[in-house]
């Protein structure tokens, strides 16, 4: 039976309760359980003002309608439909969901695999043995749709069908299972199980390993732009971006001592560069775990942030969530069960130089005694900068099943681990009255709202995986994390010698010069031995990675980059403040801008920074010209040369390897010209 309760739309039917509920503006929420009732976990979306809906419920002989959500009247019948503004969702007879918008036009089906064949397949499940249920839901599926969003995944797909995508996270793939669709939905898995999703030609299929429920939130609207904005209204928009967030942040693998590092600084100062942030990375410590300087290395942390700052430079430091199984705290933690478990074996979930177990970050008491240890030998310092590195967590054997949280089995929340270690830092942080940001290594839905800045992860110096980049963050965009950026270079392999290793950084360092934060980082070779055997002497480091490191030619360029990005400054603040107003990309794929253009929507390798500005990075070794795509719906100046161009047609323009190709919209060159020199 249908009915509606306390303004919500339910079907009841063979133990099965399916629940439509208005959930923000144009949007439902819908959840689907054969337990007795429905968890009390929003997971990542914010809870919303009640909004009155039309429900209409139709029983064999009759219709009622005009229902208003505060009815008290129960209406029982065998189907029925509710709308809320620009969507209507309808529960058919034969319990089926189907979506349409405002004018009528479907927008997404339950696959009928009845209407079809004699298979018998169910396409709404949840079974299993007793405890928790495999969940999966069928849609049909629009061969002519396309599909953007879900994170990051080191595919370089950009249309999303046809794609399989594990729902998981690992070092340098974020799964946040929110999906853009061209036909004009957005649709959020809300579940932070392990699992999977296949956007197949003939089917689309979401599949949770282990829950209790389906959960699923859909929304409606004329543009991408107003459909994300739906979507960052019930999962939340990132804070306001701090000044330092601006402009250059210098960093290698790894700085080995505090003089180290305060010479770098010294030295970017001593040249005029600005430098907004500089990182100590991992095993400034003495052992994981113990989240504090190692005195040998590190002896006065204090002077050493009250020197840069005197410089105008931020510290950043790295935190991880490991914990030594030599650590002081490890013990403690283990009896108050504040680390992650181990269903079978040792409760080891990491080899680095130690065994490590990891932070369980599902648990509010482990948070809060993380965030103790870290105001204690951090805070207390004056730094407020955190670089959460290895937030996924990266286990040395990616087991899901085989670990077992605060707040259920990995399999059934392992996902939202990383936004709630980002949420530890930004928790700790608003309670100092500071404006957080975090670079993250991973996130899930809601990450955006702790002030995560995802980078992409440890991933391969190559053209290859650059040209993988640039769609990851487009995709991330389009998922809800505006703030993403990747290490300038990549980390893995790259040679400081090398001549062709050199011109990927400068490419790299181009592209960078217009992500939302702009870092350079990664594992240079050939690579320094350990100090020593004690300590965080024992950590072995890369080569030198500043922009001085690469030759006078190529040091230039780095440098007149780094000053485009300063100049950039009250343009890039505009952008970063739409964002947390109003829950905007920074970069985006150039169809969210121009959605009427046909063409904009099969761009991969070039994006939006902001509303006014194009940009397409040169993303082939020896690569000298590039033909560049300027979207319809606006006419283009070229931003060195202030050419103008018609939009909707393809340009071909040099790329000497000073230059990437940028265009502006024409309307507002004059005001923005001054950036580019």
Known sequence: MVTVENGKLVRYYDGEKLQIECWGKDSFRVRVTRFNRFTDENWALIEQEPLEAEIKVRAAKEEKSDLKVNAEEKIIGDSATITNGNICAEIRENGKLVFYNKEGKLLLAEYEYERQSSLGINTRELKGPMGNCKASMKWCSDPEEMLFGMGQYQNGIFNLKGAFLELAQRNSQASVPFVYSSLGYGFFWNNPAIGKVMFGTNMTEWEAYSTRQIDFWITAADTPAQVLSRYMEVTGKPPVMPEHGLGFWQCKLRYQTQEELLEVAREYHRRGIPLDVIIADFFHWTLEGTWAFDPQYWPDPKAMVEEL???????????????????PNYQEMKDKGYLIRSETGVKV???????????DATNPGAREY????????????GITDFWLDVAEPEYSSYDFENYRYYKGAN?????EYPAMYTKTFFDGLKEEGV???NLVRCAWAGSQRYGALVWSGDINSDFETFKKQIICGMQMAMAGIPWWTTDIGGFHNGNIHDPAFQELLI??????AFCPVMRLHGCRHPEK???SNVGGGRCASGAENEIWSYGEANY??????IELRERMRPYTRAVMDKASAEGCPIIRPLFYNFPADKAAWEIKDQFMFGDDILVAPVTEAGQTEKKVYVPAGSDWADALTGEIYKGGQWITTDTPIEKIPVYVRADRYEELKYIFG
């Open 309 to 327: 700052n005197a410089m105008g430079t931020k510290l950043m430091v790295s935190i991880w969530p490991t914990v030594s199984v030599y650590s």
């Open 349 to 359: 979930n990491m080899l680095m130089i130690d065994p490590t177990s990891f932070t």
């Open 370 to 381: 993380l965030w103790n240890k870290v105001k204690e030998n951090y805070v207390s310092y």
């Open 411 to 415: 399999l059934e929340v392992g996902n």
């Open 435 to 437: 404006n957080a940001v």
């Open 507 to 512: 490419r790299w360092f181009q592209y960078g």
């Open 529 to 531: 031995a350990p100090m």
């Open 556 to 561: 230039e360029i780095m440098k007149s980059y």
